[in-house]
């Protein structure tokens, strides 16, 4: 039994370190893609922040442009009251009427277009801003999601050791060891630890050449009961 106990549990500790070896890796990529998630999200909403402020810039350049063109509509309507006041000319009718309703239609017309571009301005940046914004949402759900389940890789010794212990005990059957002995046919004691088991760590360990190898298997938890 001792041949095939040694291979076994030498086995199972390989195994299960490298389990536990290869759940650590993963873990530390999944940390890895969360902080890049995480960074991707806070540019987004930078992103998002500047389309917000761009276009409250685009706004208030129309808001000059607007004061400009009243400023040219003021100062065209007097300049052509003067002219006609000095030529005895009626403004309330014919074509100096005509003159001046016109200026109006296309003071009016300028500043429509103006107020249009405006509220377009402002309607295209909040949007742009509202995708970053749900861009950098998504972005840090994933990055929550993969750091949440990051913590649950790599410190799961009883997933190693499970993994250790399902290798060994194929192992110890294949080298001809009786694994209905070890669990069927011996007793336990009054720690639940079955006595076969306990003896068999007891066997390896009592040579020399064996110890290297059980403390192998210790190191990784390949049995939950030595």
């Known amino acids: 039994m001792g041949s095939a106990a040694t291979l076994a549990l030498a086995v199972g500790g390989l195994t299960g370190v490298g389990s536990l070896a290869a759940s650590q890796t993963r873990a530390a990529q999944q940390r890895m893609e969360a902080d890049a998630l995480r960074a991707q999200a806070d540019v987004s909403r930078q992103?998002?922040?500047?389309?917000?402020?761009?276009?409250?810039?685009?706004a208030q350049n129309y808001d000059r442009q607007k004061s400009q063109?009243?400023?040219e509509f003021t100062a065209t309507q007097g300049k052509n009251r003067s002219l006609l006041a000095a030529g005895n000319v009626d403004m309330a009718s014919g074509s100096a009427l005509d003159v001046s309703l016109g200026?109006?239609?296309?003071?009016?017309?300028?500043?429509?277009e103006n107020a249009y571009q405006k509220a377009l301005a402002l309607w295209s940046a909040e949007q742009q801003a509202r995708t970053l914004d749900a861009q950098a949402d998504t972005y840090s759900a994933r990055s929550s999601y993969l750091r949440r389940t990051a913590g649950n890789l790599g410190t799961s010794l009883l997933t190693a050791g499970l993994s250790g212990?399902?290798?060994g005990l194929g192992v110890y059957?294949?080298?001809?060891?009786?694994i209905a002995g070890l669990f069927g046919g011996a007793g336990k004691s009054a720690a639940g630890i079955p006595t076969d088991v306990r003896g068999l760590a007891a066997?390896?360990?009592g040579t020399p050449k064996k110890k290297g190898l059980a403390a192998l298997a210790g190191s990784g938890r390949a049995f939950a009961w030595l």
Do not use: H, K
């Open 69 to 71: 063109l009243r400023r």
């Open 173 to 178: 059957s294949m080298a001809g060891g009786n």
């Open 47 to 58: 992103q998002a922040e500047m389309q917000r402020r761009q276009g409250e810039v685009e």
């Open 203 to 205: 066997d390896i360990a």
């Open 103 to 112: 200026n109006i239609d296309r003071f009016a017309a300028d500043v429509g």
């Open 165 to 167: 212990l399902t290798s």
